[in-house]
């Protein structure tokens, strides 16, 4: 049984994050070239290059951030993040309202830690 919740896709708050390297190149890994024929096309990649990581936070009345962070996205720096920035930005908006927090993929997301943050953060109201 679905239970309509009036309201309920304005207490969703997606995320996601992405890197933005500093020569200007655009991760490309999801993109797909079709075609008739095969267009022989070569990415060459230079690897290792500075940058910055940004997460962001989408809700239907605006952004939660961006917030940045150096070098790899790592649980550690993850748990960090949401401590010290998304959450306190999300309780700003929200207080005590009831929300729903969205997450992709990404492993930090499922590191230990993050997950004992999450679970003790938030409640699992099913």
């Known amino acids: 049984m679905v239970i309509r919740k009036p309201g309920f896709m304005g207490s969703i708050i ?9 020569n ?7 993109c797909v070239y079709w075609g008739e024929e095969n267009p ?13 990581n940004v997460w962001c936070g989408l809700f239907s ?8 962070f150096e070098g790899t996205a790592t649980g550690i720096n993850y748990l960090t993040m949401l401590a010290d920035s998304i959450f306190p930005a999300i309780r700003a908006l929200y207080g005590n309202d009831e929300f ?3 997450q992709d993929g990404a492993p ?10 999450l679970d003790q953060n938030l409640s699992s109201s099913g």
């Open 24 to 30: 200007g190149t655009v991760n490309r890994h999801n």
């Open 40 to 52: 022989h096309i070569t990415i060459e990649k230079a690897v290792n290059l500075p940058g910055v």
């Open 14 to 22: 997606w995320s996601d994050e992405a890197q933005f390297k500093l």
């Open 100 to 102: 729903y927090f969205q």
């Open 108 to 117: 930090p997301h499922y590191h230990r830690d993050v997950r004992a943050y």
């Open 61 to 68: 009345r605006g952004l939660i951030g961006p917030f940045r």
